[in-house]
């Protein structure tokens, strides 16, 4: 119910692997910013969804500063539009169990490779 009510949801970790509260933020509808780093590239494919930022790291930290209030700004813009939360929730369902798990079984079953 949070992330619904929120504007945004910013997860500026550089090393995320996956990214799961961000899934949970499209799927209530709202629109993400992220780092472009780790496996969030993977979940932020496009611009009306959300935005990525470079880290521009120092000693592992993310030290672009500018580049996250500038993704926050972009998403601000999409955050206002009406279509913004389906477009988030759709983006969502591709990370569905039933579409990923019906994915995992024919890779598992050799059937096709994990990507199709």
Sequence with gaps: ML????????LPAMYEVFGMVLLESLASGTPVV??????LPEIITSFEIGRLFE????????TNVNGLYEAMMDVYEIAKQKETAV???????KYDISVIGARIERYLKGISTFET
Excluded: F, I, Q, W
Excluded at 55 to 62: F, H, M, R, S, T
């Design 34 to 39: 992220g780092c472009n780093s780790g496996g």
């Design 55 to 62: 880290p521009e790291a120092k000693e592992d930290v993310a």
């Design 87 to 93: 477009k988030c929730r759709d983006h969502a369902l």
């Design 3 to 10: 992330y619904a009510g929120a504007t945004m949801t910013v």
